[in-house]
């Protein structure tokens, strides 16, 4: 009996774990859209200043949001 109780023990936090884990990844694939979006908006001064060109910028936010 003693080893089925750890085996339901141990279950429990490996749930929680990748729990978390897929609300980190659904976090950073909406950071990644939302600052895909923002780039793409930018005017050429702005992107001037942070040293960005406008094609690459343009490649930059084309990209699906999954991909780092």
Same mark, same amino acid.
Do not use: Y
């Given at each position: ?12 936090p490996r749930r929680l774990l990748s729990l978390?884990?897929?609300?980190? @990844?659904? $976090?950073?694939? /909406?950071?990644?859209?939302? #600052?895909? !979006?923002e780039l793409m908006n930018l005017s050429d ?5 942070? @040293?960005? $060109?406008?094609? /690459?910028?343009?490649?930059? #936010?084309? !990209? ?5």
């Amino acid at each position: 009996m003693s080893t089925l109780d750890k085996s339901t023990k141990t279950a429990r936090p490996r749930r929680l774990l990748s729990l978390s884990h897929v609300k980190q @990844g659904l $976090a950073n694939w /909406s950071r990644r859209a939302r #600052s895909r !979006k923002e780039l793409m908006n930018l005017s050429d001064r702005c992107l001037n200043d942070i @040293g960005i $060109a406008r094609h /690459s910028s343009g490649l930059k #936010s084309c !990209k699906p949001f999954w991909m780092a």
